[in-house]
């Protein structure tokens, strides 16, 4: 092709660019509202045209041939920020708009209580999960031996961090009740009563940021009664009734339960119960949720 061929081909085609062009904005009668620059820069502003008022088309030339057609591609949100935890498959992670932390999707948790707690806790024939499990709880721990409110182990961190960081994670959904035990790793380290109040008071803000409106219950810390040697622990037991009544939680305290119910004698260390201890003291911890209204029908 000449020269003269190939200059005429392109008048042609900016001649029928200019025709269609026409048309298509003249059809556009519906409200613009504001684009974004194409520059990256601030926000320009499309006006609506005054009723009646002619329509004016910038000439094609103002944009130079060749130049390719601008797209407007929509800004998309990961399937995951968009879809509720409910439709999500078993197994997969669901981001918490609270708190920005990824939560394992486990299903219905209406029937179902989120455990914190240490080493009175974690075992699966624990007084505390059988006596939730006595109460009509399916039961998810999230805690760790050897933690605390103040304190923790080289890999976990006490339990308002071990939240925050993910050393555990909680799951998401609304669960039936959550439950923070402990105390014993705190008496035992000699914590300061401020650090344990204050590890209390923040870890109880981010369960409540977690789980908005879920009914949150803390249990305090095991031990003899304080004539019979409690100790520290029964000390802490007390200090974490007071925290509880400030943060307006109820309060399951069992800093005298061993002497109270006679278990001394089914101690394994001095602290953590044997297996007929554990089996005794579930039943009275169903009883104590139950007392408080926390237990399902």
Same mark, same amino acid.
């Given at each position: 092709?000449?020269?003269?061929?190939?200059?005429?081909?392109?008048?042609?085609?900016?001649?029928?660019?200019?025709?269609?062009?026409v048309? $298509?904005?003249?059809?556009?009668?519906?409200?613009?509202?504001?684009?974004?620059?194409?520059?990256?820069?601030?926000?320009?502003t499309v006006?609506?045209?005054?009723?009646?008022?002619?329509?004016h088309v910038?000439?094609?030339?103002? @944009?130079?041939?060749?130049?390719?057609?601008?797209?407007?591609?929509?800004?998309?949100?990961?399937?995951?920020r968009?879809t509720?935890?409910?439709?999500l498959?078993?197994?997969?992670?669901?981001?918490?708009?609270?708190?920005?932390?990824?939560?394992?999707?486990? %299903?219905?948790?209406?029937?179902?209580?989120?455990?914190?707690?240490?080493?009175?806790?974690?075992?699966?024939?624990?007084?505390?999960?059988?006596?939730?499990?006595?109460?009509?709880?399916?039961?998810?721990?999230?805690?760790?031996?050897?933690?605390?409110?103040?304190?923790?182990?080289?890999?976990?961190?006490?339990?308002?961090?071990?939240?925050?960081?993910?050393?555990?994670?909680?799951?998401?959904?609304?669960?039936? $009740?959550?439950?923070?035990q402990? %105390?014993?790793?705190?008496?035992?380290?000699?914590?300061a009563?401020?650090?344990? @109040?204050?590890?209390?008071?923040?870890?109880?803000?981010?369960l409540?940021?977690?789980?908005p409106?879920?009914?949150?219950?803390? @249990?305090?810390?095991?031990?003899?009664?304080?004539?019979?040697?409690?100790?520290?622990?029964?000390?802490?037991?007390?200090?974490? %009734?007071?925290?509880?009544?400030?943060?307006?939680?109820?309060?399951?305290?069992?800093?005298?339960w061993?002497? /109270?119910?006679?278990?001394?004698?089914? /101690?394994?260390?001095? @602290?953590?119960?044997?297996?007929?201890?554990?089996?005794?003291?579930?039943?009275?911890?169903?009883?104590?949720l139950?007392?408080?209204?926390?237990?399902?029908?």
């Open positions: 092709m000449d020269r003269a061929s190939s200059s005429a081909g392109r008048l042609t085609l900016r001649a029928l660019s200019c025709a269609m062009a048309p $298509l904005l003249a059809g556009c009668a519906g409200p613009l509202e504001a684009l974004p620059a194409s520059s990256g820069g601030a926000i320009g006006s609506r045209p005054t009723e009646g008022a002619a329509l910038l000439p094609p030339a103002a @944009v130079p041939y060749g130049t390719a057609p601008i797209a407007i591609i929509p800004r998309t949100t990961p399937a995951h968009l509720p935890p409910d439709r498959p078993l197994g997969s992670f669901s981001v918490n708009p609270a708190t920005q932390r990824n939560e394992p999707v486990l %299903g219905d948790l209406s029937r179902a209580a989120v455990l914190i707690g240490d080493s009175q806790s974690e075992p699966t024939d624990s007084w505390v999960r059988r006596g939730l499990e006595h109460a009509g709880y399916s039961v998810y721990f999230a805690g760790s031996g050897g933690t605390g409110y103040s304190v923790g182990i080289p890999k976990v961190h006490d339990y308002a961090n071990a939240l925050r960081l993910g050393d555990w994670r909680v799951p998401a959904g609304s669960p039936g $009740l959550v439950v923070v402990g %105390g014993g790793n705190d008496a035992s380290r000699n914590s009563d401020s650090a344990i @109040v204050n590890g209390a008071i923040t870890l109880f803000a981010e409540r940021r977690t789980y409106g879920a009914r949150i219950v803390m @249990v305090g810390t095991l031990a003899k009664s304080a004539a019979d040697g409690g100790g520290r622990r029964t000390e802490v037991d007390a200090l974490l %009734g007071r925290t509880a009544a400030a943060l307006d939680v109820p309060f399951v305290g069992c800093g005298d061993i002497s /109270l119910y006679g278990l001394a004698g089914e /101690l394994a260390d001095g @602290v953590h119960l044997k297996p007929a201890g554990k089996a005794r003291l579930a039943p009275v911890f169903a009883d104590a139950a007392a408080r209204g926390l237990a399902l029908s």
